[in-house]
C-alpha cells in the first residue's frame, strides 16, 4: 500500500513512487515504479528560480525537496506537495538496495542553498520507515527475461519522446519486465555554462552541461549531469500512445533562470544518426492488448475532435434518466432480455409522437438544423481566429439556440468514440437531434481521420423500427429453431409488447 508524505518529510529509506503504472504487457510486480531515497536535501535558498516567472508552481515555492535514489541516473527536484511511499517493501530488497547504494555516502550538498533533510522529518505522521516484510512465496531465482532493445547516448541529446530509463535495478534484476524502468520525456530543458555556478556547489559535476527532464509519472524532474544515459530503441507503440495521450505534466516543474529548450528538428535529425535499427524480433515482445484491427488503428492513429456522423451509427441511449418518459422506458425494458436497454429506447423513440416529444426540455429548440451547421463550421474555422469569435457569437440563431450551440462546442459535447457501445455524452440532445429530423450529427471523440462516417443516412423513426425488429427477429431465431416461424414472432412482439411475457422464463429478462 502507498501512502503520502510531504516532499520536505521524505526521508532515507524511504521508498518513493517515481513513476506511474505503466501500460504492461508482461504485468506489473509489486513495488515497481517505487526506488529507496538514499538521500535528501532540501532548498531553502531558491535564488536560482527564474526571477520574474509567471510560472504558478515556481512563484508559490518556498522549499525545494530533491531526492538522490537508488537505480536513478539522476536527483530528483520533486514538486512541493505530497509524494507516495511504500508502507510495507519486500525485505530482501531493502537489504539488497541497501547494501548496495547507488550515491556516494556523506556527499556534500550538491546544489547551493541546500542542507541535507532534518532527522525526525517535520510534518511526519508515520516517524519510522516502511515495513519489512517477507513474501508468502518467494519466488526462485530464475534466468533474465528478455527485454527491450536499447542504446545510450549523452543525457544533452534526449528529447522529448524518448523513453528513458529512470530506473535501471528492482530487486531481483531477473524479474525485471521488458520495458520497466523506462518512461517517457515530456520535456526537457538545459543548463548550462555560467548558468551551472548558481545552481550547482560544485559546477564540474554536471561535466559541463545540466539536462533537466519532466518524464511522464514523475512529480518532479530528473537533473542529469552529462553522462551517457540509456533509452528504448523502439518503445510499445500501443504504450507510447497512451502515453502520448493521458500526458502527466506539461512543461517543467520549475521555472530555472538560463533554461534553454532545444530546438525539436535538430534533436531528431542527431539521434537518427544514433539509433540502431531494432532486432527483427522487437515486435513480438509486444502483444497487443486489441483484438480487432480497427479498435488497433482507433488507438494508435485516431484523433480526438469533432467531425459530422449519422445518426443512424450511433448507439441508442442507455438510461434517459432525466427524460419526462423516464418510466415509460423503464416498463419496455422490462420485456427484453438484461442488458438490451437501447432496443428499448429506440422502442420507445418510435412511440412517441411529436406531443410527446414537445413536452420534454431538451426538444425545446427553434432550428436543431441550424445549429448543428454553427456547430460544423465553428469547429472548421482557424481556433482563435476572428471568423471564429463571429461564429461563437452566432447572431443568426435565437437566444435559446445560441444556447444549445454552445453546449456542443463547450464541455457539452455529443461524445461518442468510433466503434463505441455507448454515449459518453448527449444522450438527450441526441435524442432531440433525430426527433428534429437531422440524420448527420456533430459528434466529439475519437475517430480516424479519413473515415467516413456519414453513411448509411436514415431517418429516425426507421432506423429505431428496424433497430427493434431486428433485434426480435435474430433473439427468437436463437430460441425457435425455425426461422419462418421466428419472423412471424418477432413481428407480434414488435406490435404487442405484453406478448413477451409468454416467452420462456430463461431468456432472463430485466426487471423494472
Given at each position: 500500500?502507498?501512502i503520502?508524505?510531504?516532499?520536505v518529510s521524505?526521508?532515507?529509506?524511504d ?6 503504472e ?12 517505487f ?7 532540501i ?5 536560482f528560480l527564474?526571477?520574474?516567472?509567471t510560472?504558478i ?10 531526492v538522490f ?7 530528483v ?13 519486500d525485505?530482501g ?6 547494501a ?7 556527499a556534500?550538498p550538491?546544489?547551493?542553498?541546500s542542507r ?5 522529518p517535520?510534518?511526519?505522521?508515520r516517524?519510522?520507515g516502511?515495513?519489512?516484510v ?10 533474465p ?21 529512470i530506473?535501471?535495478?528492482?530487486h531481483?534484476?531477473w524479474d ?11 520535456w ?7 548558468a ?13 552541461h545540466l ?11 530528473l ?6 544515459v540509456?533509452v528504448l530503441v ?17 512543461g517543467?516543474?520549475y521555472?530555472?533562470?538560463g533554461?534553454t529548450e532545444?530546438?525539436?528538428?535538430e534533436?531528431?535529425h542527431?539521434?537518427a544518426?544514433?539509433?540502431p ?24 492513429d485516431?484523433?480526438t475532435?469533432t467531425?459530422l ?6 448507439p ?7 427524460c419526462?418518459?423516464?418510466?415509460r ?5 422490462a ?22 416529444f ?16 454553427t456547430?460544423l ?14 461564429l461563437?457569437?452566432a ?7 445560441r ?13 461518442w ?13 441526441l ?14 471523440g ?17 432506423h429505431a423500427?428496424?433497430?427493434?425488429e431486428d433485434f426480435?427477429?435474430?433473439h ?8 419462418l416461424l421466428?419472423?412471424r ?5 414488435v ?5 413477451r411475457?409468454?416467452?420462456p422464463?430463461?431468456d ?5
Amino acid at each position: 500500500m502507498a501512502i503520502p508524505h510531504m516532499s520536505v518529510s521524505l526521508r532515507p529509506g524511504d521508498y518513493l513512487q517515481i513513476a506511474a503504472e505503466r501500460m504492461a504487457v508482461d504485468g506489473v510486480p509489486a513495488g515497481e515504479g517505487f526506488a529507496r531515497i538514499e538521500r535528501v536535501e532540501i532548498i531553502s535558498d531558491i535564488n536560482f528560480l527564474s526571477p520574474g516567472s509567471t510560472h504558478i508552481r515556481t512563484r508559490a515555492v518556498r522549499q525545494i525537496a530533491v531526492v538522490f535514489c537508488h537505480g536513478m541516473p539522476g536527483p530528483v527536484m520533486l514538486r512541493e506537495g505530497d509524494q507516495w511511499t511504500l508502507s510495507e517493501v519486500d525485505s530482501g530488497r531493502a537489504r539488497q538496495d541497501s547494501a548496495h547504494p547507488w550515491w556516494p555516502e556523506n556527499a556534500a550538498p550538491l546544489f547551493i542553498g541546500s542542507r541535507p533533510a532534518a532527522e525526525p522529518p517535520p510534518f511526519r505522521s508515520r516517524v519510522q520507515g516502511p515495513d519489512l516484510v517477507v513474501p508468502a512465496a518467494r519466488p526462485e531465482p530464475q534466468p533474465p527475461r528478455q527485454r527491450a532493445a536499447v542504446f545510450d547516448k549523452p543525457a544533452h541529446m534526449v528529447m522529448v519522446g524518448d523513453y528513458l530509463q529512470i530506473h535501471a535495478l528492482r530487486h531481483p534484476q531477473w524479474d525485471m519486465r521488458v520495458d520497466e524502468g523506462f518512461h517517457r520525456v515530456e520535456w526537457i530543458g538545459h543548463l548550462a555554462g555560467e548558468a551551472l555556478v548558481g545552481v550547482l556547489n560544485d559546477p564540474s559535476w554536471a561535466r559541463g552541461h545540466l539536462t533537466l527532464a519532466s518524464v511522464h509519472g514523475l512529480s518532479g524532474f530528473l537533473v542529469l549531469p552529462e553522462v551517457p544515459v540509456t533509452v528504448l530503441v523502439q518503445p510499445n507503440p500501443e504504450r507510447r500512445r497512451s502515453d502520448e495521450d493521458e500526458a502527466w505534466h506539461e512543461g517543467p516543474f520549475y521555472e530555472l533562470a538560463g533554461v534553454t529548450e532545444p530546438e525539436p528538428a535538430e534533436q531528431r535529425h542527431t539521434d537518427a544518426a544514433l539509433r540502431p535499427k531494432p532486432p527483427s524480433s522487437e515486435s513480438s515482445l509486444y502483444p497487443s492488448r486489441f483484438d480487432s484491427p480497427i479498435e488497433r488503428a482507433l488507438h494508435l492513429d485516431g484523433v480526438t475532435g469533432t467531425r459530422l456522423v449519422a445518426a443512424s451509427r450511433l448507439p441508442w441511449p442507455h438510461n434517459l434518466f432525466k427524460c419526462r418518459h423516464h418510466e415509460r422506458a423503464q416498463a419496455l425494458a422490462a420485456t427484453y432480455p438484461e442488458g438490451h436497454n437501447k432496443t428499448a429506447h429506440a422502442e420507445l423513440f418510435t412511440r412517441l409522437s411529436d406531443q410527446d416529444f414537445a413536452t420534454c426540455p431538451y426538444h425545446q429548440a427553434d432550428d436543431w438544423k441550424a445549429v448543428t451547421e454553427t456547430v460544423l463550421d465553428f469547429t472548421r474555422a482557424e481556433p482563435d481566429s476572428e471568423a471564429q469569435d463571429r461564429l461563437y457569437d452566432a447572431t443568426h440563431l435565437s437566444d435559446r439556440d445560441r444556447s444549445w450551440f454552445r453546449s456542443l462546442i463547450g464541455g457539452g459535447h455529443i461524445w461518442w468514440d468510433h466503434g463505441s457501445k455507448y454515449l459518453t455524452n448527449g444522450q438527450h440532445r441526441l435524442c432531440a437531434l433525430r426527433a428534429a429530423g437531422v440524420e448527420a450529427v456533430p459528434v466529439y471523440g475519437r475517430y480516424l481521420p479519413g473515415l467516413d462516417e456519414t453513411t448509411p443516412s436514415q431517418d429516425a423513426r426507421a432506423h429505431a423500427k428496424r433497430t427493434v425488429e431486428d433485434f426480435w427477429s435474430a433473439h427468437l431465431t436463437a430460441v425457435f429453431r425455425p426461422r419462418l416461424l421466428s419472423a412471424r414472432l418477432a413481428r407480434l412482439l414488435v406490435r404487442y409488447p405484453r406478448l413477451r411475457s409468454l416467452l420462456p422464463m430463461s431468456d432472463s429478462r430485466a426487471r423494472p
